[in-house]
């Protein structure tokens, strides 16, 4: 029989042949503490598999149409004017897009010479190959005279950011304008040739001859003054 020091008496006598196991004070409340962590564990888990089933497995909602449906825009009066294609790289696609312009009348104004009167030596200033080539077949389906078409002197080549640069002498100011509104945005200077011959230098900034109906258009306006500027208003 087992009974502790200091102990006497039956109220206080342990009975048996081992001491009872005791346990350690506080490991009730870690039992707790362990119990809560894994039920907060799992429902943090069971919120994030109900999340990711949402994400990827969720239907979209339809859009309505007409609140953030994009559209193409109207082409405006002023597209109108700009040259409707870029001349392609052989010159077999720029010959075919000057036929299918030259098919459309040509409308000039009095005191506008004829195409067929007008000696065009047409000049490349870009880095562009072939297009001196290709803009004097344009221009040749629609009746002007060719004369000479090779690369812009080395004073102009790449010097010219516009359009394109018309340069005639003091007796060819009509064929300059005419020549000139062949294409969009092109200048105009006048050198000491004797002649009506007109030089077209194509510079970087050029894109396409414009259409019959535009050039007749410009020549309208340029041979009308009070007309173009009542345009602005």
């Given at each position: 029989?087992?009974?502790?020091?200091?102990?006497?008496?039956?109220?206080?006598r342990?009975?048996?042949?081992?001491?009872?196991?005791?346990?350690?004070?506080?490991?009730?409340?870690?039992?707790?503490?362990?119990?809560?962590?894994?039920v907060?564990?799992?429902?943090?888990?069971g919120?994030?598999?109900?999340q990711l089933?949402?994400?990827?497995?969720?239907?979209k909602k339809p859009?309505?149409?007409g609140?953030?449906?994009?559209h193409?825009?109207?082409?405006?009066a002023?597209?109108?004017?700009?040259?409707?294609?870029?001349p392609?790289?052989?010159?077999?696609?720029g010959?075919?897009?000057?036929?299918?312009?030259?098919?459309?009348?040509?409308v000039?104004?009095?005191?506008?010479?004829?195409?067929?009167?007008?000696t065009?030596?047409?000049?490349?200033?870009?880095n562009?190959?072939?297009?001196?080539g290709?803009?004097?077949?344009q221009?040749?389906l629609?009746?002007?005279?060719i004369g000479?078409?090779?690369?812009a002197?080395?004073t102009?080549?790449?010097?010219?950011?516009?359009?394109?640069?018309?340069?005639g002498?003091?007796?060819?100011?009509?064929?300059?304008?005419?020549?000139?509104?062949?294409?969009?945005?092109?200048t105009?200077?006048?050198?000491a040739?004797?002649?009506?011959?007109v030089?077209?230098?194509?510079g970087?900034?050029?894109?396409?001859l414009l259409?019959?109906?535009?050039?007749?258009?410009?020549?309208?306006?340029?041979?009308?003054?009070?007309a173009?500027?009542?345009?602005?208003c």
């Open positions: 029989m087992l009974t502790p020091p200091g102990l006497k008496g039956k109220q206080y342990i009975s048996g042949k081992a001491y009872p196991r005791l346990s350690r004070p506080g490991q009730k409340r870690r039992r707790v503490l362990q119990i809560m962590a894994a907060v564990a799992v429902a943090v888990l919120w994030g598999t109900v089933v949402t994400v990827f497995g969720g239907k859009v309505a149409a609140k953030d449906c994009t193409p825009a109207k082409a405006s002023a597209d109108a004017a700009k040259p409707s294609a870029t392609s790289a052989g010159a077999s696609a010959a075919s897009a000057g036929a299918s312009a030259a098919a459309a009348p040509l000039l104004p009095s005191g506008v010479p004829q195409p067929a009167t007008i065009v030596n047409v000049f490349n200033a870009t562009r190959a072939g297009l001196a290709q803009t004097a077949a221009l040749r629609r009746g002007f005279k000479k078409i090779g690369n002197p080395a102009l080549e790449n010097k010219i950011t516009g359009s394109a640069q018309v340069t002498g003091a007796t060819g100011h009509a064929a300059m304008s005419l020549v000139g509104s062949e294409v969009s945005g092109a105009s200077t006048t050198d040739r004797k002649d009506a011959s030089d077209l230098y194509i970087n900034g050029f894109t396409a259409t019959p109906a535009q050039v007749s258009q410009a020549l309208a306006l340029a041979a009308s003054p009070s173009s500027a009542g345009a602005h």
